[in-house]
């Protein structure tokens, strides 16, 4: 586990009856919300053979379950490329991602597409999304890299470690409201810094991505 998963996780167990983030509807989710669908994101992705050295994308509408499935994806050691949905229907490349997190209409599209032999679709009850369902890479290997950055983020054409993540958190200010978790400017990081401090926020959708209703 990095410091960066530490000290958040550390501090959602101080938070465990508290809440720690609100989403639009006014849906207040407490640190045991976030612990339990870490761990259940954790635990699911090791079922299905995802391990350190691959990769996963999140591209989720529902912006609330990132933190949770960022910390997961860390703890497991994975590269996460983080990007906004969109009208697109994403192509599936094998040995690029082990797992896929897409919007609920871009999984249900492509369900019909997939090969079951090589492509399976995993569904999970979260208390951040109760209809969350994900795709996995059967055969993915890992990449070889020149670089294992923790996180990209192709919008802002970036790439950091969670030392580098770390860093940038605790020398930014908390804030009440966070703007699209898929910048790192107003999103991302003051996101990560509002998880180290334990301050309540809440989390608006990317103004600029397609979000269904």
């Not at 465990?16 to 669908?37: F, H, R, S």
């Not at 090969?115 to 951040?128: F, K, Y």
């Not at 054409?157 to 910048?183: G, I, N, W």
């Amino acid at each position: 586990m990095s410091q960066l998963t530490k000290a958040i996780t550390r501090q959602l167990q101080r938070q465990y009856g508290e809440p720690v983030l609100k989403d639009l509807n006014g849906n207040w989710y407490t640190g045991a919300d976030m612990l339990e669908d870490l761990a259940l994101c954790e635990t699911s992705l090791q079922q299905q053979n995802v391990h350190a050295g691959q990769a996963i994308l999140l591209s989720p509408a529902q912006v609330v379950t990132i933190p949770s499935l960022l910390l997961a994806s860390w703890q497991l050691g994975l590269t996460v490329t983080l990007t906004p949905p969109s009208h697109q229907l994403p192509e599936i490349a094998p040995q690029v991602y082990a797992a896929m997190v897409y919007s609920s209409s871009q999984t249900n599209q492509l369900a019909n597409q997939l090969d079951p032999s090589e492509i399976s679709v995993l569904t999970l009850i979260l208390n951040t999304a109760p209809n969350f369902a994900y795709l996995v890479h059967d055969h993915a290997q890992s990449l070889a890299r020149h670089s294992h950055p923790d996180l990209i983020l192709p919008a802002n054409q970036c790439q950091f470690t969670q030392s580098q993540l770390l860093k940038m958190a605790e020398h930014d200010q908390p804030r009440e409201c966070v703007h699209d978790l898929y910048d790192l400017e107003t999103g991302l990081l003051p996101c990560l810094t509002n998880l180290i401090t334990a301050t309540p926020f809440t989390i608006q959708p990317t103004k600029n991505a397609f979000l269904p209703n």
